[in-house]
């Protein structure tokens, strides 16, 4: 739903009161199921066009090492996404850049000279066929 929508709006379209709408919202924010409200901007209008998406795996898997490359993934600015997985690579990053020559420099920095990374590969998105926050709502509780 739009986030940009005053409450009055969104009231008169679920059919429900104004407060009630606002309490609603309340709880959820307080729950931490809405964790922000926020304008998802376009990268290539904003001056980065490049994406690309890194499968990277770390020199080994001790707690030390995991939480010291989380903590250092989450610093980067250009870092939009960064999922600690398994299945033979630690981490799945997407990643943007104001074209290949800095993307080149990102990579360089964040990757071939990190200790803590033993492998990547990077993948460079063509078409972003389908990118989004949005979260299906299904059987959430009031």
């Known amino acids: 739903m739009n986030n940009r929508l005053p409450h009055s709006a969104i009231a008169e379209k679920i059919g429900l009161s104004t407060p009630s709408v606002q309490r609603r919202i309340n709880k959820l924010e307080a729950k931490g199921i809405i964790r922000a409200n926020i ?15 890194i499968e990277s ?29 398994n299945g033979g690579v630690s981490f799945i990053i997407i990643m943007i850049a104001r074209d290949l020559q800095h993307f080149e420099h990102l990579v360089r ?29 299904f059987d959430l509780e009031d």
């Open 109 to 137: 920095l964040h990757f071939a000279d990190n200790q803590d990374i033993l492998t990547y590969r990077t993948l460079i998105v063509l078409d972003p066929v389908k990118t989004g926050m949005k979260v299906p709502l």
């Open 57 to 85: 795996r770390l020199v080994e898997d001790r707690s030390i090492v995991m939480d010291r490359a989380k903590r250092y993934f989450r610093s980067v600015d250009e870092i939009q996404q960064c999922y600690f997985v």
């Open 39 to 53: 304008a998802v901007l376009d990268p290539a209008k904003v001056g980065n066009p490049v994406t690309a998406v």
